[in-house]
Structures are given as structure tokens and as C-alpha cells.
């Protein structure tokens, strides 16, 4: 099926510094849902947005639902090293309930 | 409330063999999908059901199957496993699929020998 385009796909960042992801795809979305998911674990919901334009946080976790409906971006503040894991943004058309999900940004972060 | 729980959480099978997978949605979801993820493809999606029909199917072949019961309780059913079907099955539950956020399970990780 249909999957967005998710960059980067992986990162390496040092404790501290900020990290920033983006999804992206052809069609335009009525729902973005960023995740994270640890090894052999199931992905937890970090945000949800509905609404284009809207920005919402989650302590040091930064979202945003893209005006063109169209992307969506995470941003995660002074990383530390429990932020360690892969990161899957899932959006929703106005028609039809299957969410699509990206390919995914495997985090490293150094200590 | 108790989250997404699926049984077993693993599992190994030998090729032709059949397995069978279970869900347990958030209480009050009706809408339960599910969700192949291999490290080569990623999350692939497999099937949703909602009230008990299945509403939405993925690219997946027949070996694939699933059900819903008047609970909300869902199982996936895979027949004549291929070494190819080892992945991680994610379940996923919301209230009614429709503009609303999804939450997963545990996954359950089936090995194909």
C-alpha cells in the first residue's frame, strides 16, 4: 500500500541538541499521528493532530500538522538518550479509515 | 483503561503450518486494524475491521485472513506460513477508525522455521 515519505531515515545527534523529522506525501491528509517505537515493542502514540496549521507539544516533543495537509513535521528539544528509538509519522485521508504510515527515522542519540 | 493486548506475544511455526493471532482492543474501540512489519518493508497494512465486517484490506494474499467478534475482540489467521511471513503483527484499536487516533498493541513476533 501506499506509504509516505519520512526523512531522514536515520540520525545521529549528540545529548542535547535538537532533532527535527518530516513526513510527507501526494495526497492530502485529515489526520497525522507521530509514533515511537523501541525494539520488538509496539509504536506509542507521542501526538495527534487534525487540523491544518495546527501545533502541538508533548514536553520536549514539538508537532506539526503542515498547511498544504500535505506533510507533517516532529520536532524533539535537548534530546537525551531515552529519545533513542524509531520515530513513524501515519496519516489519515478524509475518505477511507486506513492510516498510511511512513518508513520511518531511526534516532541515535550519544551521550 | 487497559490498552491494546495481543496473545501470544511470540510465537514459532514451521512452513505450512497455520497460526492464529489474537487482539484485545481499548475498551469502547470498535475499530481494530492490522499490521505486518518486517525491517524491509516497514509497516505494511493488512486489514481493519469494524462492528464485526471487515471494512478496508490490504495487498496482502489470501493466506491472510482475520475475523471480529460482537466484543471487539479480533484475530488474524495466517494459513500454509511461508519463511517470509516471520515479522512483528501489530494490532491497533480506535473508536470507530474514522478521524481519530490509533493506539497499538505489544505486537506479537512469529518466527517462521
Known amino acids: 500500500g501506499q506509504q509516505l515519505n519520512q526523512s531522514p531515515q536515520s540520525m545521529f545527534i549528540q545529548e542535547g541538541e535538537d532533532v527535527s523529522m518530516n513526513c510527507t506525501s501526494s495526497?492530502?491528509?485529515?489526520?497525522w499521528l507521530w509514533y515511537k517505537q523501541d525494539p520488538g515493542e509496539g509504536p506509542v502514540l507521542l501526538i495527534a493532530?487534525?487540523?491544518?496549521?495546527e501545533l502541538t507539544s508533548n514536553g520536549r516533543l514539538t508537532a506539526q500538522f503542515g498547511i498544504t495537509r500535505k506533510d507533517s513535521f516532529l520536532n524533539i528539544s535537548a534530546s537525551i538518550p531515552s529519545d533513542v528509538g524509531i520515530y513513524f509519522c501515519?496519516?489519515?485521508?478524509?475518505?477511507?479509515?486506513?492510516?498510511?504510515f511512513g518508513t520511518g527515522t531511526s534516532l541515535t542519540v550519544i551521550p | 483503561k487497559a490498552g491494546v493486548t495481543q496473545t501470544p506475544r511470540y510465537l514459532i511455526k514451521t512452513r505450512g503450518q497455520q497460526v492464529t493471532l489474537s487482539c484485545s482492543p481499548i475498551?469502547?474501540?470498535?475499530?481494530v486494524s492490522w499490521y505486518q512489519q518486517t525491517p524491509g518493508q516497514g509497516l505494511q497494512f493488512l486489514f481493519e475491521?469494524?462492528?464485526?465486517?471487515?471494512?478496508n484490506k490490504g495487498n496482502f494474499p489470501g493466506r491472510f485472513s482475520g475475523r471480529q467478534f460482537s466484543n471487539s475482540r479480533s484475530e488474524m489467521n495466517v494459513s500454509t506460513l511461508e519463511l517470509g511471513d516471520s515479522a512483528l503483527y501489530l494490532c491497533?484499536?480506535?473508536?470507530?477508525?474514522?478521524?481519530?487516533?490509533?493506539?497499538f498493541g505489544p505486537g506479537t513476533r512469529l518466527l517462521v522455521l
Open positions: 491497533a484499536s480506535s473508536e470507530s477508525g474514522l478521524q481519530e487516533t490509533q493506539y
Open positions: 495526497s492530502i491528509f485529515n489526520t
Open positions: 493532530l487534525y487540523k491544518a496549521g
Open positions: 501515519a496519516g489519515q485521508r478524509r475518505t477511507g479509515n486506513q492510516f498510511y
Open positions: 475498551s469502547g474501540h470498535r475499530s
Open positions: 475491521y469494524f462492528s464485526e465486517t471487515q471494512r
